[in-house]
């Protein structure tokens, strides 16, 4: 599967973005999808997770509450809505799929989209 995120942008603290990550392919529906970030000089971290069905979902507690993610398995498209920005939530933000259910490891992705920048000034 090839994934594409998008969305991303210059936004205020206290501003919301909504990233949204394309997937090709015709069994989108059978991949546990995530979404991570990385920030300048630090490592790869945890953001978001949603099952095949999209009735499960989980948060890094640093976003719990802010963000959710949600899909739409007819479009073949994973969200991430991000509300109440902060500028630590200043990063790439990465899209990712597994066969299988959702999962918070970064290891167990095997596809992972190009990224794309959210910046939040303060």
């Known amino acids: 599967v090839q994934l594409q995120a998008s969305g991303g942008g210059l936004v205020q603290a206290g501003g919301s973005l909504r990233l949204s990550c394309a997937a090709s392919?015709?069994?989108?529906?059978?991949?546990?999808m995530g979404w991570f970030r990385q920030a300048p000089g630090k490592e790869r971290e945890f953001v978001a997770t949603i099952s095949q069905s999209g009735i499960v979902t989980y948060y890094a507690g640093s976003v719990k509450g802010r963000f959710t993610i949600s899909r739409d398995n007819a479009k073949n498209t994973v969200y991430l809505q991000m509300n109440s920005l902060k500028p630590e939530d200043t990063a790439v933000y990465y899209c990712?799929?597994?066969?299988?259910?959702?999962?918070?490891?970064?290891?167990?992705?095997?596809?992972w989209g190009q990224g794309t920048q959210v910046t939040v000034s303060s």
């Open positions: 990712a799929a597994r066969v299988g259910t959702h999962s918070v490891r970064s290891s167990e992705y095997a596809y």
């Open positions: 392919g015709r069994t989108f529906s059978s991949y546990g």
